[in-house]
């Protein structure tokens, strides 16, 4: 063959629009995005809802000009209705969209991009209600009045969850982070007007933080797949406290373990995968749709778990 008439390889961009056929699509957006399980979570609610639709993966470089061509892609394509975003993208999308919803601006991260039919493009965070809605199904016996809850990490997922137990009427939040400016900035950015705490405490203080908490939530990497374990000892913890790790890969991370084994409830990272999943689904492609066991039956085992 005439190597001057060889098919060129297709680019994300074309993979994508050939993948969707022609029918209304989505997909997760992020550098790198082979690691996502968006898309199982996703196809398991079109095929169960009989829609002819796609979710797929999109690899997006991050720099200015890759998020430009996204929004410009986003825009020009009659099937698009929209993306996930996944690191390293949740904050500098933002001056690029039509509109930002505004508990997205009080948050500070877009982690979903809606399409509107006039072709406007809004951007929403949905962590904090996946966050609350998968707490509450593995920790139902939780309630936000009940006391002081630590919340580990002060990244995207951590402004994410804080702003959530905020709203949910949390008496006093313990707020700890390996860089401790970060936790005050997080912490100024949302303490309540009405008087309650947030404490920014030091990394190296973390365990005696434990003592009467009525919840823990990791928020950081540590413990993901290919990160080091959280260092954490327990014992100042009490038995009847809930312990959440937003991570899903491993489903059960070193924290969790330990926690159960010490008779701790135990909230892994999925549930909040699956439950942040929802609001955008929902406006892409036009139905109402559930967290189930078999949903994440499904997920789990896209995970290899």
């Known amino acids: ?79 698009a209705r929209g993306c996930n975003l996944t690191l390293p993208h949740k904050i500098e999308i933002m001056p690029l969209l039509d509109r930002i919803h505004p508990d997205a601006a009080r948050i500070g991260a877009v982690n979903t991009v809606i399409k509107h039919p006039d072709g406007m493009l809004e951007g929403r965070n949905s962590d904090g209600f996946g966050f609350l809605a998968a707490l509450k199904d593995g920790a139902p016996a939780w309630t936000a009045d009940a006391g002081p809850v630590v919340v580990l990490g002060a990244g995207g997922a951590a402004r994410a969850v804080v702003a959530s137990l905020v709203d949910a009427g949390v008496p006093e939040l313990r707020l700890i982070n390996r860089t401790q400016s970060a936790a005050v900035e997080l912490g100024l950015a949302f303490t309540p007007a009405d008087g309650r705490q947030i404490a920014i405490e030091r990394w190296d203080e973390r365990a005696a933080m434990l003592d009467g908490a009525t919840l823990l939530v990791n928020t950081t990497s540590l413990g993901m797949k290919g990160q080091p374990p959280l260092d954490l000892d327990l014992a100042r913890l009490p038995v009847t406290a809930a312990v959440d790790d937003i991570v899903y890969v491993p489903l059960e991370t070193p924290l969790l373990a330990a926690a159960r084994a010490r008779g701790n ?27 189930s066991p078999e949903q994440r039956h499904a997920v789990a085992a896209d995970l290899g778990a």
């Open 1 to 79: 063959m005439n190597p001057s008439h060889e098919r060129r390889p297709m680019n994300a961009y074309e993979r994508l629009l050939a993948e969707a056929r022609g029918r209304p699509f989505a997909a997760i957006v992020g550098w790198p995005v082979d690691h996502s399980r968006s898309p199982a979570l996703h196809g398991f609610w079109l095929k169960q809802h009989g829609i002819d639709g796609h979710y797929g993966r999109l690899p997006v470089e991050p720099r200015t000009p890759a998020l430009e061509a996204l929004v410009a892609f986003l825009r020009r394509t009659p099937n």
């Open 265 to 291: 409830r135990c909230i892994d990272g999925l549930g909040m995968l699956l439950h942040q999943g929802r609001m955008g689904f929902e406006a892409w492609f036009g139905v109402p749709v559930a967290v």
